[in-house]
């Protein structure tokens, strides 16, 4: 599928109505393109299922990375930015269940735990989430509650700074004041973390 991906059951979309055309506009900003590499670090650690869905794709940062590496990948986006499906899909309503295939995402951050709870309520038992996220995701006390429900099998912290650009534009990004970790669920998981150090 990749790029060319022009659907499956994932294919009835919002329609735009006032209300979501309200969100679009309130969440034009919030895009920030994830280092590729980021995706090359994640890769080298944990092994996906065949089919991935990028739901919140962006340009593509990450699902282009995806691609290379041999995944069937489908990429949605509440905004098109020039990559995967054309049409508005907001993830965060849809009514997907069950599905067999993992989701890789750097989510917009205000809505980073919902996208969390929502990947892990739509995709099928045993089946992966890999969130790219700030470091801090790990406090607070809603997400305590979270964690304590759904634990996050492995956490990968990066120790050297990888980077988000703003509107993609990585030139403007020197360096990055921010600490980021690869956040991976196993759907069904109970056990305890594991945090590991990469790059
Ligand atoms: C932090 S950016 C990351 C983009 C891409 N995943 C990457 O890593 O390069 C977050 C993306 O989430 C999208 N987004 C925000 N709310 C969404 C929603 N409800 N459903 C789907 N995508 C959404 C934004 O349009 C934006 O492209």
Redesign the pocket.
């Known amino acids: 599928m990749g790029k060319d991906w022009t659907g499956n059951a994932k294919s009835i979309y919002t329609t735009l109505g006032a209300s979501s055309h309200a969100l679009t506009e309130r969440?034009a900003d919030?895009?920030?393109?994830?280092e590729p590499k980021a995706v090359e670090i994640l890769l080298e650690n944990e092994k996906f299922a065949p089919q991935v869905w990028?739901?919140?794709?962006?340009?593509g940062?990450?699902a282009k990375v995806l691609v290379k590496h041999g995944y069937d990948v489908s990429a949605?986006?509440?905004?098109y930015?020039g990559y995967g499906e054309k049409e508005s899909?907001?993830?965060?309503t849809c009514d997907e269940q069950n599905i067999e295939e993992d989701i890789i995402?750097?989510?917009?951050?205000k809505?980073a735990q919902e996208f969390v709870e929502k990947a892990l309520e739509v995709i099928a038992n045993g089946h992966k989430v890999a969130m790219?996220l700030k470091l801090q995701f790990l406090e607070g006390k809603s997400r305590k509650s979270m964690f304590a429900k759904f634990p996050p099998k492995t956490i990968y912290v990066s120790s050297s700074r990888l980077k988000?650009a703003i509107n993609g534009d990585f030139e403007k990004v020197t360096s990055s004041a921010v600490a980021y970790a690869w956040f991976v669920w196993v759907k069904g998981f109970t056990g305890n973390p594991i945090i590991k150090w990469v790059n």
Do not use: V
């Open positions: 969440q919030d895009y920030y393109a994830t990028e739901c919140a794709c962006g340009e940062h990450i949605t986006d509440l905004i930015r899909y907001d993830f965060l995402t750097n989510p917009p951050y809505y790219f988000c």
